[in-house]
């Protein structure tokens, strides 16, 4: 369940099979930052761990198409 794709990120990218690779992080006092971890992809897991570090949205790629999510939101909070 931990790698499994939110209802959120299934309307954002219209797939239940979307893996969106994360690309930048942001967290208030350092703003937007390149996400030190190539490839990763957006999950719950990911997200959940994310949060705990104190990052708040993501820029992910999946496809051609690029967007930032909160990761509030994507866990369903």
């Known amino acids: ?10 309307y954002k990218f219209g ?3 979307a893996m969106p690779v994360i690309r930048e992080v942001y967290a ?10 190539a490839g990763l992809k957006l999950n719950r897991g990911t997200a959940t761990e994310l949060r705990a570090e ?10 051609l198409k690029t967007v930032e999510i909160s990761l509030l ?3 369903g909070g």
């Open 1 to 10: 369940m931990s790698d499994s794709v939110t209802r959120y990120g299934r």
């Open 15 to 17: 797939s239940d099979s």
């Open 28 to 37: 208030g006092a350092g703003g937007w930052k390149d996400f030190r971890e």
């Open 54 to 63: 104190g990052i708040t949205m993501v820029r992910v790629r999946w496809r």
């Open 73 to 75: 939101r994507y866990l």
